[in-house]
């Protein structure tokens, strides 16, 4: 079973852990961690972008010249997408790009995420991942302690602490989340995975066959 150390909010460490093999110990898949990065990086997009047909476009309502006899080439309207100021041939439209993965490639590619950190070495478990006060400099002296102060991190909590949350936010790189929302892209996108033992439980339950 993977082993980790833990510390305490001051940095020190306090003892070590062992991770379920089951959760922390597979043989990460690489592509299934790629398409659940792609399929979350897709649900997110907008899909707002829109550009103008030729029957969007204002004007071109008459026919600028007579069909025949003028030795040039006929034309319908000024807003034809060869026009200048025409419409947009084929241009996007407002869309939905959003698709859905199997529950088991999800699965899968969670445990993989998890497991390539484990196997790296940037898990960090914390006992008692909290802070008495709403505070940006306790927070960056925490992650100073942990000598993860110039890396992205993700800092996972069992539950919604504001303290933490709120003092975490000003500080580049940190992003916070509780284990119930983790997802694959926020996981593998962090250097270090700085998570709460309670948290750890958490995940473990779930996951854990």
């Known amino acids: ?11 020190e460490k306090t003892g070590e852990m062992e991770l379920n093999a089951a959760v922390f110990g597979i043989e990460p898949n690489v592509p299934v961690m790629h398409a659940a990065v792609k399929n979350q990086l897709a649900n997110r997009r907008q899909g707002t972008q829109s550009t103008l047909t030729r029957a969007e476009v204002r004007g071109g309502g008459i026919k600028p010249w007579r069909q025949k ?8 309207s000024i ?14 439209k407002p869309r939905s790009y959003n698709y859905t993965l199997n529950k088991k490639v999800k699965r899968l590619a969670m445990l993989s ?27 960056a002296g925490f992650l100073k302690a942990l000598d993860a102060q110039d890396s992205k991190s993700l800092v996972v909590t069992p539950e919604v602490r504001v303290n933490v949350v ?7 790189g940190v992003r916070t989340t509780i284990a119930s929302t983790l997802n694959v892209y ?12 309670a948290a750890v439980a958490k995940i473990e339950e779930v996951y854990a066959e």
């Open 166 to 172: 709120k003092s975490a936010a000003n500080i580049p």
């Open 79 to 92: 807003r034809s997408p060869q026009w200048t100021h025409g419409g947009i041939a084929l241009g996007p």
């Open 186 to 197: 926020d996981i593998l996108n962090a250097d270090k995975f700085i998570i709460d033992k």
């Open 69 to 76: 006899g003028t030795g040039r080439a006929r034309q319908g």
């Open 113 to 139: 995420a998890l497991s390539a950190k484990a196997a790296a070495g940037e898990i960090i478990v914390i006992d008692g991942l909290d802070l008495g006060e709403i505070k940006t400099k306790n927070f």
């Open 1 to 11: 079973m993977p082993t980790v150390a833990v510390y305490n909010m001051a940095g």
